[in-house]
Nanobody, 118 residues
Framework: QVQLVESGGGLVQPGGSLRLSCVAS????????IKWYRQGPGKEREWVAR????????NYAESVKGRFSISRDNAKNTVYLQMNSLKPGGTAVYYC???????????WGQGTQVTVSS
């Protein structure tokens, strides 16, 4: 059974940090690039960060560049999103997405809520 399970969300004050995790199971994790997306209240889902299957290349949305960092541990089938200097605009449900370009297979997690508020 394919699963992507996000965790690590919660309530944080502006300027604070959180680290999200996304644990994969049921598929060959090392074939897949992983992306983080977020969807704020009343907003469309937006892409946040991406990491390649080997972890050798990352890129970020302009809105989070320099504050967020994506990484992966292929031995643990896990991707992380380190979020620093969080802003109230970062309040959203954060989702991880696994995509295998060769086949077009695409999987989503259920999301984890992040609330940035004082």
């Amino acid at each position: 059974q394919v699963q992507l399970v996000e965790s690590g969300g919660g309530l944080v004050q502006p300027g604070g940090s959180l680290r999200l995790s996304c644990v994969a199971s049921g598929f060959t994790f090392t074939n897949y690039a992983i992306k983080w997306y977020r969807q704020g209240p009343g907003k469309e889902r937006e892409w946040v960060a991406r990491i390649t299957d080997t972890g050798g290349w990352t890129n970020y949305a302009e809105s989070v560049k320099g504050r967020f960092s994506i990484s992966r541990d292929n031995a643990k089938n896990t991707v992380y999103l380190q979020m620093n200097s969080l802003k109230p605009g970062g309040t959203a449900v954060y989702y991880c997405n696994a995509h295998w370009a060769l086949t077009g297979r695409d999987y989503w997690g259920q999301g984890t809520q992040v609330t940035v508020s004082s």
